[in-house]
């Protein structure tokens, strides 16, 4: 009975960050518990979502976790909460391409059985908003919008021409925001620089956010539409209840990167580890040392192209991971840490684990991939087909090894029986024998 509502909109570009942040942040300091979600693959909203909630952010995607999943996960992670706001991606019904809408904000609120408040970016349009809305409305008869907040309002008479567009809709307008640029967050070529990265100027924009939709949003109306919720009948995902372990068992270290470098992973990445027997440490590898007892490695994505001078700067944790990789130590790296693992990044040295150099460029290869394993390694079977997502402008020139997968254009990656290296992102909760089997790997080399 968790009320529950979705922030979706138009397209990209509406403001429905800013406006997720900013209703979550205003609802926590109106004296709620707030959990929240990012509908998709993505990492960087949910960071933002942690700073405004003070709860981990996590994500929904029926793509990476499975349909059946999502419900269950969702469940999860309103665990303490009295009112769960879930940030949709690119347009309401924009998900895989070629699916029909399969992952959109659209196919998670049905599966969530959530209201939808929509996000219209009125900054070019008047009464033509209404046409907008009517449309949304009548596109699929199996989403139920129950509200629209205004964004990008430029004056007194533009809020009333758009109004009035909207009014024959029968949708109500639960909020109007003015033009903000405090609200503004640095981004690069990836999207919005994480939060973990800028700390102070993320505090600072989402309390803008929080301030702006104070003064614009009517949140007790917004609370009573999230009330209005449709129960919803799920089983709660429980990562104890996909793994195992012995309580009696030695828990390995396994050292889980972090800080500004390596802020993207999945929030039940560490608790499948847990829930797997493992002793889950953080560490930032910019000015950190492996934490003590390590017996495995899990290197997530980020930036390190921005910080590439800082990693290499760290000699002795980068001559740390050679030696204990070239000892067995067992090592998963995604995206970020497989540049990490390589001769060099953008020419500055890395840990010469791989043989390979990674190099900053100009494309941008983004999208889910269905990915077969190349390897046997400790964590998949040669043969094991699973779905992932890459997100990355880099690339990497290999002069050896054994590929990690294969994938529709082509190998990708590196893998060995201790190591698993490649750009792609896997949900680990479609997979809970791979963190499982991490674990078994790191108590061994223990």
Not at 316 to 336: N, S, W, Y
Not at 344 to 360: I, K, N, Q, R, Y
Not at 361 to 368: D, E, F, P, Q
Request: a negative charge.
């Amino acid at each position: 009975m968790i009320p529950r509502l979705v922030v979706a909109a138009p397209s990209s570009g509406a403001g429905k960050t800013t406006v997720a942040v900013g209703l979550m942040a205003a609802l926590r300091q109106a004296g709620h518990t707030v959990a929240g979600f990012k509908v998709g693959p993505d990492y960087i909203d949910p960071g933002f979502h942690a700073v405004a909630t003070g709860r981990p952010g996590r994500n929904l995607d029926p793509m990476l976790s499975g349909e059946e999943r999502v419900a269950p996960l969702f469940a999860h992670g309103c665990a303490g909460a009295d009112i769960a706001v879930v940030e949709g991606v690119m347009g309401l019904y924009d998900g895989a391409l070629g699916t029909e809408g399969y992952s959109s904000t659209a196919h998670v609120s049905k599966l969530l059985q959530a209201p939808i408040v929509l996000v219209v970016d009125a900054s070019a349009a008047g009464r033509s908003v209404g046409a907008v809305v009517a449309g949304f409305v009548a596109f699929d008869t199996g989403v139920r919008i129950v509200g629209v907040i205004l964004n990008k309002v430029g004056s007194d008479r533009h809020e009333a021409e758009v109004r009035a567009g909207v009014a024959p809709t029968g949708i109500p307008v639960l909020g109007v925001l003015r033009r903000d640029t405090r609200v503004t967050v640095p981004s690069r070529h990836l999207g919005l620089v994480p939060a973990d990265e800028q700390r102070g100027q993320a505090l600072a924009a989402v309390e803008a956010a929080a301030a702006l939709v104070r003064d614009g949003v009517d949140l007790e109306a917004f609370v009573a539409a999230a009330r209005a919720a449709m129960p919803l009948e799920t089983t709660v995902w429980d990562a104890a209840s996909e793994v195992s372990c012995d309580p009696e068992a030695v828990r390995p270290v396994i050292a889980m990167a972090g800080g500004p470098v390596f802020s993207f992973r999945y929030t039940e990445t560490a608790e499948l580890l847990t829930a797997a027997g493992a002793s889950v440490v953080s560490f930032d590898p910019l000015v950190d040392s492996l934490p003590e007892g390590t017996a495995g490695l899990y290197l997530g994505g980020g930036f390190p192209e921005m910080h590439a001078e800082a990693l290499s700067a760290n000699v002795p944790l980068r001559q740390e991971v050679a030696v204990l990789v070239g000892r067995g130590l067992p090592v998963v790296a995604e995206c970020a840490g497989l540049l990490y693992l390589c001769k060099s990044l953008d020419g500055h040295e890395m840990t010469g684990v791989l043989p390979a150099v990674a190099e900053m460029t100009g494309r941008l290869t983004l999208g889910y991939r269905t990915a077969v394993a190349a390897t046997t390694s400790a964590w998949y079977d040669e043969g094991r087909r699973v779905r992932g997502h890459e997100f990355h402008r880099t690339t990497v020139t290999a002069s050896a090894g054994s590929s990690a997968w294969y994938l529709p254009d082509g190998p990708e990656g590196f893998a060995t029986t201790n190591l698993h290296a490649s750009y792609l992102h896997v949900h680990w909760t479609a997979t809970p024998d791979v963190p499982a089997r991490f674990v078994a790997a790191a108590a061994a080399f223990a």
